[in-house]
């Protein structure tokens, strides 16, 4: 927590924010006058278990001047920091640091103008509109109103837009997919030749007018309501770690639309007559209902999710 309230209002702040808990000690660092006294105490509270860091102004500055990998070696490890006395310079740097030391993803909450710099530093940030005026609302990514509002923000409109996300960027992923290898496919059948099989008109009908409808109508598919999201966390799990939309998932429509090219384009061809028209259509038919079926395939998983919870 980067604040420049003093350290005692501060404390307080930590502890109705359940930053701490009763198990929880309190370590300050405060008041420190030259390095030295910043190693020995870090150091100290290096070898504590369960303590809450607490450090002000005078005493961040110098940690981050002179020592800044130790400090945050300590802090990281630590259940909870509080900054006291901070600058909005100050913030800024303490948000940049922790990206330079870790490769998690940062988010910034603030409600003032002191608080732009660290909001805008930050891979996320979000403004809370409040008494200290839309600063921060303003130079955010997102606004919310009150505090409470954030596990809202985070737990369903969070989770609700990685899913949908990732959902489509599939489904997009799979379109030019298949129709590149069905292109490749009629080429290599036909010796290499550079006639298209599908022309710029049929391309453009199955990207928008045939599949765009029963595509996007999996954004309106939800797997849980907003209750269970809110009441169960362990439901953000998957999200946290990046299973909707990775290299496994990219892996598994690729070879989804290599097989299911391959099996249009020869099915179309030898099950057929052998002329190009007929190529085209059946072709171009078949199309069109594998993406129908991988639509109802992916409402039938989100359909079968909602039953097992």
């Given at each position: ?202 391309i453009s009908g199955y990207s928008s007018v045939f599949t765009a409808l029963p595509v996007i109508s999996l954004l309106l598919d939800k797997d849980t309501d907003i209750n269970n999201v809110v009441k169960f966390p ?7 770690k990046g299973r909707g939309l990775n290299i496994k998932s990219f892996l598994l429509w690729f070879f989804k639309s290599v097989f299911q090219a391959a099996i ?46």
């Amino acid at each position: 927590m980067l604040t420049g309230d003093k350290i005692e209002t501060a404390t307080c702040i930590a502890i109705s924010a359940g930053l701490k808990n009763k198990n929880q000690k309190l370590f300050y660092l405060r008041d420190a006058k030259n390095e030295e006294e910043v190693i020995l105490q870090l150091n100290q509270f290096k070898n504590m278990e369960e303590s809450v860091l607490i450090i002000d102004g005078s005493s961040l500055e110098i940690a981050l001047a002179y020592q800044e990998r130790l400090f945050f070696e300590v802090s990281i490890k630590a259940p909870s920091v509080l900054c006291c006395r901070c600058s909005p310079t100050q913030k800024s740097q303490i948000v940049a640091t922790i990206k330079k030391y870790t490769d998690k993803r940062i988010c910034s909450i603030g409600d003032g103008g002191n608080d732009v710099a660290m909001i805008q530093e930050a891979h996320v940030g979000i403004g809370i509109v409040g008494k200290e005026g839309k600063q921060a609302s303003l130079a955010a990514d997102y606004s919310i109103t009150k505090f409470k509002h954030l596990n809202l923000l985070l737990l369903w409109f969070g989770r609700l837009s990685y899913k949908n996300t990732s959902t489509i960027s599939q489904f997009v992923i799979h379109r030019g997919l298949i129709i590149s290898f069905l292109q490749f496919i009629f080429s290599i059948m036909f010796y290499c030749s550079s006639v298209p099989l599908y022309n710029g008109v049929l391309i453009s009908g199955y990207s928008s007018v045939f599949t765009a409808l029963p595509v996007i109508s999996l954004l309106l598919d939800k797997d849980t309501d907003i209750n269970n999201v809110v009441k169960f966390p362990p439901l953000y799990k998957d999200l946290q770690k990046g299973r909707g939309l990775n290299i496994k998932s990219f892996l598994l429509w690729f070879f989804k639309s290599v097989f299911q090219a391959a099996i249009i384009i020869f099915g179309s061809t030898f099950l057929f007559d052998s002329i190009f028209l007929k190529i085209v259509t059946i072709s171009f038919t078949c199309l069109i209902f594998a993406e129908l079926l991988n639509v109802y395939t992916e409402v039938i998983y989100i359909i079968f999710n909602k039953l097992i919870r």
